[in-house]
Nanobody, 121 residues
Framework: QVQLVESGGGLVQPGGSLRLSCAAS????????MSWARQAPGKGLEWVSG????????YDDDSVKGRFTIARDNAKNTVYLQMNSLKPEDKARYYC??????????????WGQGTQVTVAS
């Protein structure tokens, strides 16, 4: 079955960086676009970034554009989210998600258990 396991979250000071990883298994990883989404306390799920199945195209929400970078390694069945210049408003639980097809979208068929990111001094 599809499994998505996130790691790399933690506590970081404003302006700091974190790199999230998501190890995928149970499906042909290179056939699917992948995304990262986040949910802050008391708020809905927010689509943050997406990446085409071969990594040739990416999407970033305006709230993270220029600060976050999504990437993937199809040989390792892993998708990453490099987060720089973190702000307190980036505090959320971050989820790795599989998109329904080869192109990124804000629709997800599967997601992991999430990893917590806290930005505070």
């Amino acid at each position: 079955q599809v499994q998505l396991v996130e790691s790399g979250g933690g506590l970081v000071q404003p302006g700091g960086s974190l790199r999230l990883s998501c190890a995928a298994s149970g499906f042909t990883f290179s056939n699917y676009a992948m995304s990262w989404a986040r949910q802050a306390p008391g708020k809905g799920l927010e689509w943050v970034s997406g990446i085409y199945r071969d990594g040739s195209d990416t999407y970033d929400d305006d709230s993270v554009k220029g600060r976050f970078t999504i990437a993937r390694d199809n040989a390792k069945n892993t998708v990453y989210l490099q987060m720089n210049s973190l702000k307190p408003e980036d505090k959320a639980r971050y989820y790795c998600a599989r998109n329904p097809g080869s192109d990124y979208t804000n629709c997800f068929t599967n997601w992991g258990q999430g990893t917590q990111v806290t930005v505070a001094s």
